[in-house]
T-cell receptor
Framework: AQKITQTQPGMFVQEKEAVTLDCTYD???????LFWYKQPSSGEMIFLIY??????QNATEGRYSLNFQKARKSANLVISASQLGDSAMYFC?????????????FGQGTILTVHP | DAGVTQSPTHLIKTRGQQVTLRCSPK?????VSWYQQALGQGPQFIFQ???????QRGNFPDRFSGHQYPNYSSELNVNALLLGDSALYLC????????????FGSGTRLTVV
């Protein structure tokens, strides 16, 4: 079974600063995918970034980067230059097989608040 | 290009009733998954449909059933509603053999009273 753990219920960051959201995972599958989603109050889950278990380099998408440490089973999200619009719930998720073929297993989420 | 469309956006039902939620996937997407998200929790996988068949199912009772139509749209049906079924129901679509990104809708917020 796959499990995602997000230990930070809430995080605060000053506008324009960087913030790291923690995510650890557990799986016995040799191939898996790791995702981060943003969920604003509207409810829609917005895809941010993806990391495959066999990817050698950490994934980056604009201001988002994923700090993938396979041996530690961690996949932390780093948001650089935080903006007020980044205030939302953030979910870490994983899938089997290195793609999103099949179900996503989500963590409990972290609420990020960006202060002006 | 429209994303995933879900209807209705909000719904209030009485215990014991039945409900049907609808999802139109993003154009070009052929796989639809449904998730239940209780307040303050992460989404939980209900099931996934591809080629009009249920391909995977999460740990949900048979009261939860679904359907996928030839145009890839999908329905989630819940029978004998319980208070604990109150949640945000999210639909997600993707191309089975395409890239890895799921596209989610904004969800249907179901309240059971």
């Amino acid at each position: 079974a796959q499990k995602i753990t997000q230990t930070q219920p809430g995080m605060f960051v000053q506008e324009k600063e960087a913030v790291t959201l923690d995510c650890t995972y557990d799986t016995s599958d040799p191939s898996y995918g790791l995702f981060w989603y943003k969920q604003p109050s509207s409810g829609e889950m917005i895809f941010l970034i993806y990391q495959g278990s066999y990817d050698q380099q950490n994934a980056t998408e604009g201001r988002y980067s994923l700090n993938f440490q396979k041996a530690r089973k961690s996949a932390n999200l780093v948001i650089s230059a935080s903006q007020l619009g980044d205030s939302a719930m953030y979910f870490c998720a994983m899938s089997r097989g290195g793609t999103s073929y099949g179900k996503l297993t989500f963590g409990q989420g972290t609420i990020l608040t960006v202060h002006p | 290009d429209a994303g995933v469309t879900q209807s209705p956006t909000h719904l209030i039902k009485t215990r014991g009733q039945q409900v049907t939620l609808r999802c139109s996937p993003k154009s070009g997407h052929d796989t639809v998954s449904w998730y239940q998200q209780a307040l303050g929790q992460g989404p939980q996988f209900i099931f996934q449909y591809y080629e009009e068949e249920e391909r995977q199912r999460g740990n949900f009772p048979d009261r939860f059933s679904g359907h996928q139509y030839p145009n890839y749209s999908s329905e989630l049906n819940v029978n004998a509603l319980l208070l604990g079924d109150s949640a945000l129901y999210l639909c997600a679509s993707r191309v089975l053999t395409g890239n890895y990104g799921y596209t989610f809708g904004s969800g249907t917020r179901l309240t059971v009273v």
